[in-house]
Nanobody, 118 residues
């Protein structure tokens, strides 16, 4: 199994920035971030296809959030700028070995890191 370790959450004022990191213990083809706020459904925020670096982000964060990677370290980052109170949520790193693993699961989850925007 692949272990995912997240870091970088915290509290910030609206308009501020945070950078989340997620280190994977092994290789996976897809990595990304989900978030879930209390009483709301889980939302897929950003995805990166690790072989090429191709990315997608949710419309709700487009233009503000960027996902990137350090392939040599199996680590992905989520740069969050212009944060809004509605971005407040628990953010989870996730990974999938394949596209099916990513879309159906994902296969692996991190423990989550809280982001609070006031």
């Amino acid at each position: 199994d692949v272990q995912l370790v997240e870091s970088g959450g915290g509290s910030v004022q609206a308009g501020g920035s945070l950078r989340l990191s997620c280190a994977a213990s092994g290789y996976t083809s897809y990595m990304g971030w989900f978030r879930q706020a209390p009483g709301k459904e889980r939302e897929k925020v950003a995805t990166i296809y690790t072989p090429t670096g191709g990315t997608t982000v949710a419309d709700s964060v487009k233009g503000r959030f960027t996902i990137s990677q350090d392939k040599s370290k199996n680590t992905v980052f989520l740069q969050m700028n212009s944060l809004k109170p509605e971005d407040t949520a628990m953010y989870y790193c996730a990974a999938g070995r394949t596209l099916i693993g990513w879309m159906s699961g994902p296969d692996y989850w991190g423990q989550g890191t809280q982001v609070t925007v006031s």
